[in-house]
């Protein structure tokens, strides 16, 4: 039986947390409206695409960058505050995943229902958000703009 339990606690601890329950938590540095870096690691929000710094949306003829607005919106959102997130993938070299909490509010959830996100292959999980955001007007639903994945290829050529 002792043998068993050694075995188990030697398992557990070389074995790495599965990404489902793996977290990492702390004061985040904001990259964009899509991305943190807690302790120098950097994370992707799950299941959102934001428009990029560079991005810029058209409201009433004019332009504007929605792209930096996206990332001011969430650091004011966040402010000093530590946050929570819930890793969904990890790939090796790549920014992991996750879904982000601040105290019991989802920030990606957060993100798209203000507007200043879009669903990005979440299989629905923000569908609801993005229907408020789309028909409220909010952030960049106010105006015009594309979708992020299509102006990023574009964007890194300007």
Not at 7 to 25: D, E, N, Y
Not at 102 to 130: C, D, F, H, P
């Amino acid at each position: 039986m002792r043998l068993a339990v050694l075995i188990l606690l030697a398992t557990a601890l070389v074995l790495p947390a599965s990404p489902a329950r793996a977290g990492i938590t702390g004061r985040p540095r904001i990259i964009d409206g899509d991305t943190l870096e807690i302790a120098g690691q950097r994370i992707h929000l799950f299941g959102i695409d934001a428009p990029e710094g560079r991005q810029r949306c058209t409201m009433s003829g004019k332009s504007w960058r929605c792209g930096q607005q996206a990332t001011f919106v969430l650091a004011e959102f966040i402010g000093k505050a530590w946050v929570r997130c819930n890793l969904k993938d990890r790939a090796p070299h790549k920014p992991v995943v996750a879904v982000c909490y601040l105290g019991k509010k989802n920030i990606n959830a957060w993100m798209v229902r203000n507007g200043w996100a879009v669903e990005y292959r979440s299989k629905g999980a923000y569908r609801t958000e993005q229907m408020h955001a789309k028909r409220g007007r909010l952030g960049i639903w106010r105006g015009a703009f594309e979708m992020p994945w299509k102006w990023k290829p574009r964007g890194r050529l300007n």
